[in-house]
């Protein structure tokens, strides 16, 4: 969808000048802070939560927690990044580091790693760790924490 934006010059990326540099660094951010909305939209909204919630339920938290969503869930997620791709123009690259960060963030903070507990309160500012999202899965079955930094910043953690 960036490629096809692109080549029809949409969004406002193509329509502002912006450094390319500058493009693709806030494609990511604000990809990552349509992610957290998207997350506490399917907590916050009872029919968005009973397809969201499938996620929620492993006993044994682990990486394959982190691919495990329903495929409406999926789709929606899809036509919600194709909309903000249309709106923004982001260069693909932009793109591509924002799903490789997604996925790689997801897998670790689903992982069923135990890290020091000094390490995760400073890993805690910068991105959301296992044991974090632990306690998302765990106690917070019903309200807001997404996979994202925001969720550090947005006071939605716990």
């Known amino acids: 969808m960036a490629i096809f934006a692109h080549e029809h010059e949409w969004g406002l990326f193509n329509h502002f000048r912006v450094s390319y540099s500058l493009a693709v660094a806030l494609s990511v951010i604000i990809m990552d802070f349509v992610i957290y909305l998207q ?50 123009g982001p260069p693909v690259l932009g793109m591509v580091i924002f799903e490789v960060l997604l996925n790689v963030t997801s897998m670790f903070n689903h992982g069923n790693v135990r890290i020091l507990r000094g390490l995760d309160r400073v890993l805690g500012w910068i991105v959301v760790t296992p044991e974090m999202h632990r306690v998302h899965h765990s106690v917070c079955i019903t309200r807001l924490t997404p996979t994202s930094v925001l969720t550090c910043h947005c006071g939605t953690g716990f």
Do not use: N, Q
């Open 39 to 88: 997350h506490v939209m399917f907590h916050a909204i009872p029919i968005f939560w009973r397809i969201h919630r499938m996620h929620h339920p492993d006993l044994d938290f682990d990486v394959t927690t982190g691919i495990r969503f329903h495929p409406f869930e999926i789709i929606l997620s899809m036509v919600i990044k194709f909309g903000v791709v249309v709106v923004m």
